[in-house]
């Protein structure tokens, strides 16, 4: 079993910077791909950013592309997203979901059950 935990949430102005983080325990050993998604209320899930485990290849969505940058620890059971120049659209609950499968080409295609998923942390961004 793999464990995310999820913090850092919380409410901020448009413009405005969050840090989440997000610890993995459990079996972590062949975790391939780290991935972040969000669902903001009425809205399906989205990818938003994705990292290769132990590497620096990094994917990220065209809505997020630019503003934030997922990163991982020292302790490589630990993942950062780092959220810079927040809209209000951005305004979700964000989960951290590291997967066995690969990052390359499509990370966030995977089925719901190839992912380990977290419980949440929730982002809100006020105009």
């Known amino acids: 079993q793999v464990h995310p935990v999820e913090s850092g949430g919380g409410s901020v102005q448009a413009g405005g910077s969050l840090r989440l983080s997000c610890v993995i325990s459990?079996?972590?050993?062949?975790?391939?791909?780290l991935t972040w998604f969000r669902q903001a209320t009425g809205k399906e899930r989205e990818g938003v950013a994705a990292l290769v485990a132990g590497g620096n290849r990094t994917y990220y969505s065209d809505s997020v592309k630019g503003r934030f940058t997922i990163s991982q620890g020292n302790a490589k059971n630990t993942l950062y997203l780092q959220m810079n120049s927040l809209k209000p659209e951005d305004t979700a609950m964000y989960y951290c979901a590291p997967t066995f499968r690969a990052c390359a080409v499509a990370p966030f295609s995977y089925g719901t059950n190839s992912y380990h998923w977290g419980q949440g942390t929730q982002v809100t961004v006020s105009s």
């Open positions: 459990g079996n972590t050993f062949g975790l391939f791909c």
